[in-house]
């Protein structure tokens, strides 16, 4: 639906100021003391607030899911709520787990999570890009439960050290989070200010002239630990596949809770990251096949050597701000300001001279600077009515972005591929594209958790969302509108069977926003998703386990498709289906091990399309079967603080199809293993990953541009830390 009224930033201050009216609202009546809990005594209840617990109306540090299997996470619902009770698929990987895989970053962190497929993108040092449930969720990577609007080559790059956990959210989320893939979202959660003294320095050495170090420093600043902080800073170079090209990255967040009584938290969150890319910005490597113009010439082979460069410098600011006023009524509201420019500049190949070593290249000139605003504000309420009790969430979200973006496109001089010389001095391409873009978004939302018969818990919830984009093309001075709006919800039943064993069912809805027109010039709705979910959990009492099963039917609908009328143009009439099967374990500390595994059965094709040759399709790069399974040995004991331990990983991926689906790509097996001694306050790691160096297609371009992307290779990492 098209909206024609106008908004600006003063929605920002409007949100602000309704919020302010939630203050006043009289308590319910049948309010939390009333309900069947109300024999406890008041200074025995225990709420938590997303990284505080307050006992008693009294703020301390939340050491809740600092092993190796998370129990509870907000990223679901938005309230602190067991992963037993959310009716929707949720994986947690906690900071023990990225360390004992040696992940340095999302690719490697996710890859033993069920519905993640990595296999369609080159590994890219400058952006992430990943598929949930057979949909893309590059542009859906959220920091705290903010997404900052980011995608393409504004991608925000994040590092990997400086988060205490990554939360996957399986499926739509719009109801809380407005417009985002219906495949899911990927949350990742900052660390923050600690409550006692943590001190870590790490050193890592790697393969491909890896050099990287780290440093964690956090405590009270304040004898009455009103005042916390946490300093955390990485730096890494290292070199990257094509010759001549390295990448550089280095990273600080400082960071500071202020507690000025029992009922109030302030953290501040700060981030400043550095990238600077040389020559090609491939993990990944390119085979080049009978056809390509570089065919028979090595893939190491950097042909933009005189070019190639990327920069970016990024700064995050932000807090998060909780209160409770009393026994019923709490608030949490979290912002960010987001500063990012980038310089990217690329080599193409275009054609090879008869003379079969001149090499005419295209150059790519890129530049943007982009700008965001975000907020989230939710005011939570827990109260009864007769046997029913609620956690009702009232809440607003508010992002503005303001984008700068430069392009061109130019032929640079030949280059020799037996001299590598070039013909002449090389020159930047002139902007052919000069865009400003602003983007605004805001949602208004409603949610409410129904405790009823002991035993059943169930989950509804509504919300509005509008959205507006303005771009202005400074070459042609054409102005493009895109208004829009959606109307998503959730419902969700779970329901306790005894013994740990909680069965759930949920619908659950999703929108991502859609600029064009069509040839009649209307503007395009938004594409929406829907699913239906049927799942159970399993968490054994007097364990430190949890186990879950999903099986799914997800939809995303007013895909374009090429108008039958003119080709030139789309219509919203398209469909992908994605429906499969998810399987996880998680387990800690069994007999001396602990232990991940997960499996996924994804059944994904083009339901509608104009083009009936594409009905039936499958989604490129998503494998049918996909399993993984981790054991690791756990560390020695704080009574006996030297030993080693020893992990093992293998992960399977399933045959896939290209885009076209003309060629199939065949199922590989990867195996990585962990090394690891522990000293006093020193531990030494030695992680391999693709342990036996095995070569399996990334990418499948055989039949449009004759080549493939092809994985790293074994990569090796020795890590020594020290905490004390």
């Known amino acids: 639906m098209k909206i024609t009224m106008s908004r600006s930033r003063k929605n920002l201050l409007c949100a602000l100021i309704s919020s302010s009216l939630f203050l006043h609202l009289p308590l319910i009546a049948h309010a939390a003391e009333q309900n069947e809990e109300s024999t406890i005594p008041a200074e025995q209840r225990e709420f938590s607030l997303d990284g505080i617990e307050i006992v008693g109306n009294k703020i301390k540090d939340n050491s809740l899911d600092k092993g190796y299997v998370a129990q509870r996470s907000s990223v679901g619902t938005k309230t602190d709520t067991p992963l037993s009770e959310a009716a929707q698929s949720i994986s947690v990987i906690t900071r023990e787990q990225l360390e004992a895989r040696g992940a340095t970053d999302l690719f490697d962190a996710l890859g033993y999570t069920p519905g993640i497929s990595d296999v369609t993108y080159n590994r890219d040092a400058r952006v992430f890009n990943t598929n949930i449930r057979g949909f893309s969720s590059g542009d859906t990577t959220y920091t705290d439960g903010l997404n900052m609007l980011a995608s393409g080559m504004n991608s925000i790059t994040n590092d990997l ?3 205490e956990r990554i939360e996957v959210l399986r499926g739509p989320a719009s109801i809380l989070y407005g417009a985002n893939s219906p495949g899911g979202l990927i949350n990742q959660v900052s660390k923050r200010p600690t409550s006692t003294d943590l001190r870590e320095i790490q050193l890592q050495v790697g393969n491909s002239g890896q050099l990287s170090t780290a440093l964690d420093l956090g405590g009270p600043l304040r004898q009455d630990g009103k005042l916390l902080f946490r300093l955390t800073a990485h730096t890494t170079e290292e070199d990257l596949y094509v010759n001549q090209s390295s990448n550089e990255k280095y990273f600080i967040a400082p960071a500071l809770t202020w507690i000025p009584n029992e009922k109030t938290s302030l953290t501040l969150l700060t981030h400043f990251l550095k990238n600077n890319i040389k020559g090609d910005y491939n993990y990944t490597r390119n085979v080049y096949l009978p056809g390509h113009p570089l065919y028979g010439f090595s893939n190491k082979l950097l042909i933009g050597q005189d070019y190639d460069r990327y920069t970016k410098d990024q700064t995050q600011i932000g807090y998060i701000l909780e209160h409770r006023f009393n026994d019923t009524w709490s608030v949490t509201q979290t912002a960010r300001h987001l500063d990012l420019s980038y310089e990217n500049k690329i080599t193409n190949v275009s054609t090879l001279d008869s003379d079969g070593h001149t090499l005419n290249r295209v150059g790519r000139n890129i530049k943007g600077d982009f ?7 939710h005011f939570q309420a827990k109260w009864s009515a007769g046997a029913v009790a609620h956690t009702t969430l009232l809440g607003f979200d508010f992002q503005h972005s303001d984008s700068k973006y430069r392009w061109g496109r130019g032929s640079l001089p030949a280059l020799d591929l037996l001299t590598l010389q070039a013909a002449q001095a090389v020159t930047n391409p002139a902007f052919s594209t000069m865009t400003n873009a602003t983007t605004e978004q805001t949602g208004w939302y409603v949610q409410d958790q129904l405790k009823f018969n002991k035993r059943w818990t169930a989950l509804v919830g509504g919300r509005y969302d509008q959205y507006d984009q303005d771009s202005l093309n400074l070459k042609n001075g054409i ?11 959730r419902l969700g039943l779970v329901y306790d069977a005894g013994d740990g064993v909680m069965p759930y069912i949920s619908y659950n809805e999703s929108f991502q926003a859609q600029s064009g027109n069509d040839r009649n010039g209307n503007s395009f709705t938004p594409t929406t998703g829907r699913q239906y979910e049927l799942g159970v959990q399993y968490q054994p009492a007097n364990s430190n386990a949890r ?7 997800l939809r995303k609908q007013n895909v374009l498709t090429t108008d039958p009328v003119d080709d030139n143009f789309s219509i919203q009439t398209g469909e992908i289906a994605s429906k499969g099967l998810e399987l996880e374990a998680n387990i800690a500390a ?3 091990a602990n232990l991940t595994a997960s499996y996924t059965l994804l059944n994904n094709k083009i339901t509608k399309d104009t083009d009936p040759q594409r009905i039936g ?4 790069g998503v494998p049918r079967h996909s399993a993984s399974i981790w054991l690791d040995t756990t560390s020695p004991t704080e009574d006996k603080k030297q030993g080693w331990s020893f992990g093992a990983g293998l992960r399977y991926i399933g045959s896939r199809y290209d885009y076209d689906n003309l060629h199939k790509v065949g199922g590989v097996w990867l195996a990585d293993a962990l090394v690891r001694y522990d000293t006093g306050s020193w531990r030494y790691a030695l992680n391999v990953h693709n342990l036996l160096d095995k070569h ?13 992307t092809v994985d790293e290779g074994r990569t090796i990492q020795l890590t020594a830390t020290r905490r004390w």
């Open 479 to 489: 102005r493009t509108r895109t208004n829009q709006d959606a109307l998503t919800g």
């Open 696 to 708: 399996y297609i990334i990418g499948d371009f055989a039949s449009s541009d004759y080549y493939d």
């Open 590 to 592: 069994f007999k001396g």
């Open 617 to 620: 399709l499958h989604t490129e």
């Open 371 to 377: 700008i965001t605003n975000a907020i989230d504000t």
């Open 161 to 163: 050290y400086s988060f």
């Open 547 to 553: 186990f879950t099963a999903a099986i799914f039917d």
